[in-house]
């Protein structure tokens, strides 16, 4: 355990690594500039060639990129345009755009994409699962194929389309549901729920959608085990079968993708918070990219990136929790 | 054992542990009627084996799951009579066909790697099986109940084995398991499906000689459903041969491995490898598949693939042979060809080869 451990942990260091090179080449390699698309169109050229100073652009690539990752670990100073700015570790830069420290936006943006995608997260897995794993167990009957039917149905709509619709009717035709806002949890529990509602609801009931068909395209799979039969030549209820035998070996699949999906959504759920304006870390790494913000371009890639590589490695320990049979090493 | 076709119920043993009488296991598909047991009549006493031979699709392990009441009740249809202990099970509530499952009636499975679950220990596997029907057994005495159970299975360290997963054990050592789970409750009737298929064949004879050990201490019926004929000589006192949800002959397991009566049995004693026999005879197969359970040949299901078929006119294509009297006591096939011609065909043909003797 502790070996496979170290040996992911390396791993995804090495991954971090390679995705924030990627990503410093890829920004240059764009036949644009920051000092462009801050001092506009009609810019002379000695006025863009001092922007990029005072943004540290002029500088080799490897020089700012050792700097970057200098700054990660043990702090940096920054001359912005002769004013010097202590920048502490870890210091992701300071925004090109809001001129505040990068670490601020993350700080405050972060909470946001968590509160949308965790309550997001409780919906799609309890309905989602529920509705599958009855589906299967009811296979064949009006309950399956309407749940089925409304999930291929929620399946296909987008994030923006079934959003809007719900925005339209539950907040702005009837006022049954507050305008999505985002308040702290630590500041007022219900009303950090209350804004939230319309998120969770859209985002989650699009992934139920996706999780029903898989829980119970995973249920009816289980179903047909031959352990399953032997629960019941036993003389196991139905109950006890469904449950202890069939739901445990039917939900580990689910439990990784879960944690995937999981490690993927609190990178950012761009659309989400694009579509009920809220500002999650994924609408501020959109904007940073339009505004060719280094600096909270880079930050916000790489969050989504340690996301990602940190649940792959979680998920990956729980599956050897779950099931005897992994043996992790 | 005795048998026959229906109204069968004078032939069926009536002392015995499972009489089952004219059973008929039938599922409705999209594509029609799936005819899986068209009709079987047999018996087992405790203490007897029964051997079930056949291919795969002839109903035989259709047959093992009806008498565990393991179908799906909406999606088959079963009429005939099983008869466990006096109790007939066809259209039995599920409540009462749960007690009686894994008490009454246990059931050991082909694969035990996949008839295990994967991610319980074996000893909780067992003790689960054992506190389903005991329910005021304490985990204590559920768990020592089944330490105790792999121990009487030949199981060393069983303690340790205990707490073992399904895939830390070696094949032999999981079909000892699967035993001592479906033993652990002394049930009175035991079907083992095909038991030692998956198995090395050094180890298919311990778990058949285990079998055995066990039924003379337990007193138990077996029926053992298997495709291989040597595993019947060995073990049944009695043979049900099966062809696409019918018996075609019955009898002690000297009357079918010594003087079978019928085509096809005939044909599956001829296409087993024979140690004893004449080692420069070639082995026969019988030609073609067994046939669509939805659509069965005419007459004989069995003639399209009968070298003799046609030898009585038209019979073979047109009438279904009954189970008759085959001669001897107990012995029945269901054959249109006359006793005289099966008797020479037999020793012209088949004899010679020195089959499975």
């Known amino acids: 355990m502790l070996r496979f451990l170290i040996k992911r942990l390396l791993l995804a260091s090495t991954t971090l690594v390679a995705i924030s090179i990627v990503t410093f080449l890829l920004f240059f390699a764009v036949p644009s500039s920051p000092a462009w698309v801050m001092c506009g169109r009609n810019c002379s050229p000695e006025r863009i060639a001092q922007v990029e100073q005072s943004l540290g652009l002029?500088?080799?690539?490897?020089?700012?990129?050792?700097?970057?990752?200098?700054?990660?670990?043990?702090?940096?100073?920054?001359?912005?345009?002769?004013?010097?700015?202590?920048?502490?570790?870890?210091?992701?830069?300071?925004?090109?755009?809001?001129?505040?420290?990068?670490?601020?936006?993350?700080?405050?943006?972060?909470p946001v994409t968590v509160s949308i995608v965790a309550g997001a997260m409780v919906v799609f897995l309890t309905v989602g699962i529920g509705l599958g794993m009855l589906a299967a167990l009811k296979k064949g009957t009006v309950f399956d194929r309407v749940a089925i039917g409304a999930s291929v149905g929620f399946a296909s709509t987008q994030t923006y389309t079934l959003g809007g619709v719900l925005l339209l009717l539950l907040v702005y035709s009837t006022g049954l549901l507050p305008n999505p806002h985002y308040t702290p949890i630590t500041q007022d529990p219900l009303d950090w729920a209350g804004g939230m509602l319309l998120p969770w609801i859209t985002l989650g009931l699009i992934n139920s959608a996706l999780y029903a068909r898989l829980s119970r395209a995973q249920m009816i799979e289980t179903l047909q085990e031959d352990f399953v039969r032997t629960a019941r030549a036993k003389g196991l209820s139905a109950r006890v079968v469904n449950r202890r035998h069939a739901l445990r070996a039917a939900i580990t699949p689910i439990i990784t993708i879960a944690g995937v999906d999981l490690g993927a959504y609190l990178g950012g759920v761009v659309i989400t918070e694009s579509v009920f304006s809220l500002n999650g870390i994924g609408r501020e790494a959109a904007q940073a990219v339009q505004d060719l913000n280094l600096p909270l371009v880079m930050a916000t890639v790489l969050?989504?990136?340690?996301?990602?590589?940190?649940?792959?490695?979680?998920?990956?320990?729980?599956?050897?929790?779950?099931?005897?049979?992994?043996?992790?090493? | 054992m005795t048998t026959s076709t229906s109204p069968a119920a004078a032939a069926v043993d009536p002392e015995a542990y499972l009489q089952v009488r004219d059973l008929k296991v039938q599922f409705p598909t999209e594509d029609g009627l799936v005819r899986a047991v068209d009709g079987v009549t047999f018996s087992v006493r405790r203490g007897q084996t029964l051997g079930i031979v056949g291919e795969s699709g002839s109903g035989k392990s259709v047959t093992s799951m009806s008498i565990l009441g393991l179908h799906n009740p909406a999606r088959t249809k079963?009429?005939?009579?099983?008869?466990?202990?006096?109790?007939?099970?066809?259209?039995?509530k599920e409540q009462q066909l749960q007690r009686l499952r894994g008490k009454d009636v246990a059931m050991i499975f082909q694969d035990p790697l996949s008839a295990l679950h994967p991610y319980y220990k074996v000893g909780a596997q067992i003790a689960e099986a054992y506190k389903v029907h005991h329910p005021s057994a304490s985990k204590k005495e559920a768990t020592t109940r089944a330490v105790d159970m792999l121990d009487r299975v030949g199981i060393p360290q069983p303690q340790r084995r205990a707490n073992q997963y399904p895939h830390e054990f070696s094949g032999g050592m999981r079909q000892r398991a699967m035993i001592a789970m479906a033993l652990v409750n002394d049930p009175a009737l035991v079907i083992a499906d095909e038991p030692t298929t998956a198995l090395d064949v050094t180890v298919q004879a311990q778990i058949l000689e285990l079998l055995e050990d066990l039924q003379r201490e337990f007193q138990s019926a077996i029926i053992m459903i298997t495709h291989d004929l040597g595993v019947v000589s060995q073990v049944a006192d009695d043979v049900l041969v099966m062809y696409a949800g019918r018996p075609v002959e019955t009898g002690s397991v000297e009357q079918i491995m010594k003087r079978p009566q019928h085509p096809y049995t005939w044909g599956l004693l001829a296409s087993v490898p024979s140690l004893h026999g004449d080692a420069t005879v070639d082995l026969v197969p019988i030609k073609g598949n067994?046939?669509?359970?939805?659509?069965?040949?005419?007459?004989?299901s069995f003639n399209p693939r009968c070298r003799y078929a046609g030898q009585n006119g038209n019979r073979s294509f047109s009438e279904v042979p009954e189970l008759r009297p085959a001669g001897e006591p107990g012995h029945n096939v269901a054959c249109h060809m006359s006793f005289e011609t099966r008797q020479r065909l037999y020793a012209e043909d088949i004899a010679h080869a020195g089959v499975a003797q």
């Open chain 2, 290 to 300: 067994p046939p669509s359970l939805i659509n069965l040949p005419t007459g004989c």
């Open chain 1, 303 to 329: 969050l989504a990136a340690f996301f990602i590589v940190a649940m792959n490695i979680i998920v990956d320990m729980l599956y050897a929790v779950i099931d005897p049979r992994v043996r992790l090493g």
């Open chain 2, 78 to 92: 079963i009429t005939g009579e099983i008869s466990i202990g006096g109790k007939n099970i066809v259209g039995m």
């Open chain 1, 58 to 110: 002029d500088q080799p690539i490897t020089k700012q990129y050792t700097d970057f990752v200098k700054g990660i670990f043990v702090g940096r100073t920054i001359n912005d345009a002769g004013t010097i700015r202590e920048c502490d570790a870890p210091c992701l830069g300071y925004s090109f755009r809001s001129k505040e420290p990068v670490t601020d936006t993350i700080e405050r943006s972060l």
